[in-house]
Structure formats: C-alpha cells, structure tokens
C-alpha cells in the first residue's frame, strides 16, 4: 500500500502512557502469581507424600436377591492416590471364617471416598463381620 492511500494521512501518533489503574491491575495480578507459587511450594513442604490411609465403614446391609448386600464407604485420608483398591469382607461366627467376598475400587484419589458393596449369601446380621483393604498399586 502506497503512502498516499493510508487513512491516517501519515501522521503517526505518539504512544500513549500506561494508566495508573493499569499498573495497578499488573501489580495485583503479579501478587496473585507471586501468592499462587508460594502457597503450593508451601504445601509441598509440609505435606510430604505418604501410602494411601483407607478407612472403611459399613453404611448399610439388605437383602439382594438371593443373598445380602453390604454397602460401605472407603475413604483415603492420605496423601497418595490407590489404584486397584482390593476390599474383603469377612464373616465369621466363633473365630472360624464362614464366608468372603471381595471387590475392587478402581481409583481412590487423597482425600476423598468412595462407596462400593460386597455379596454375601449368609445374613451378615448373624455373624461377626470384618472389612479391610488388602492391597493397592501406585497409579
């Protein structure tokens, strides 16, 4: 484009400065930034990873079809994820194991819960009932 089919007629104009609203917004940003980094530097040093710390509550039992249903809650209150969460359920009457069941949970993230449930065919109301985590691999 040549010279002389510019609107602007050639004349340029001079840069304008920058407000003090505008360094004021830049400045507040740059300490959001500034917080956001040492707050997570801060985390980081105060909350070393750990295993994952299962914590596991029966929340109900009902029958289900020919059988029951236990239904519980698993909550991680570590600092690491499980993947693969395997669950057992035990009952037992008098010491002596009468029936297990198992079931997988297949992400557990740190601080969180999940609900999962395990069939029995025996009423878990008339035996002693245990559940524990036995086992889990790193994501």
Request: hydrophobic share 40%; aromatic share 8%.
């Amino acid at each position: 484009m040549s010279a002389s089919n510019r609107d602007d007629g050639g004349a340029r104009k001079a840069p304008e400065t920058t407000s003090a609203l505008e360094w004021l917004v830049a400045a507040l940003g740059g300490l959001l930034v500034l917080f956001a980094v040492g707050y997570m530097v801060q985390f980081a040093v105060t909350h070393p990873e750990g295993p994952p710390e299962v914590r596991l509550e029966v929340t109900s039992i009902a029958p289900s079809g020919e059988g029951y249903l236990v239904s519980f809650k698993a909550t991680n209150t570590g600092r690491s994820t499980g993947a693969g969460l395997i669950i057992e359920g035990a009952l037992t009457l008098g010491g002596e194991t009468m029936e297990t069941s198992e079931a997988t949970i297949d992400f557990l993230p740190q601080e969180s819960e999940r609900l999962g449930g395990l069939f029995f065919t025996e009423n878990p109301a008339d035996h002693e009932m245990e559940l524990r985590a036995l086992g889990y691999a790193e994501p």
